[in-house]
């Protein structure tokens, strides 16, 4: 039996801290594919000055364009229009808020990528976009954006999960 062909456009979308960027590198070591991370088009300065939406529509495009990609992030103005385009969908999905949290925290100690306001404000955004609350109420969420996609969706919980669908892939 032949396998399927490897997709060449994959968007890896899912919870923060869950290892999206890592299963991004992974996976275009993997099957040399460019990698890009949403981050880099919507962040002016990293988690604090935001480039505006038309900047960043505009440079995910060109991205979203091209026959080769692997495109990992969860600002939601840029997972839209990668959603028609991506042969595969990863949602990476904590089971629980605290695991999450958990991670998120251990992150901030190992790694000193942010300050600890803005862990918090990072803690915040997590619980808001989780439970639907505060300026996250009126948005859509990742399951019910991917809910038209299911064909193309693979959903890992766990980074076991992970490491096996890398493996098998």
Do not use: C
Request: glycine share 4%; proline share 5%; aromatic share 10%.
């Amino acid at each position: 039996m032949e396998s399927p062909p490897r997709p060449q456009r994959i968007l890896i979308v899912g919870d923060a801290g869950r290892g999206k960027t890592s299963l991004a590198k992974k996976l275009a070591k993997k099957f040399s594919l460019p990698s890009h991370s949403m981050d880099s088009f919507l962040w002016k300065v990293k988690f604090t000055e935001e480039h505006d939406r038309t900047y960043t529509l505009q440079h995910i495009e060109k991205i979203y364009s091209t026959p080769e990609w692997i495109v990992e992030g969860t600002t939601r103005h840029l997972v839209i229009p990668g959603l028609q385009r991506a042969e595969l969908i990863i949602f990476l999905r904590f089971h629980n808020i605290a695991a999450q949290m958990i991670i998120l925290l251990f992150r901030h100690i190992t790694k000193h990528e942010e300050s600890t306001k803005d862990l918090f404000r990072l803690l915040r955004h997590v619980v808001y976009k989780r439970y639907g609350l505060g300026y996250m109420r009126n948005e859509i969420t990742l399951p019910v954006l991917l809910k038209p996609f299911t064909h193309k969706v693979v959903t890992l919980s766990s980074f076991d999960e992970m490491k096996k669908f890398v493996n098998v892939s």
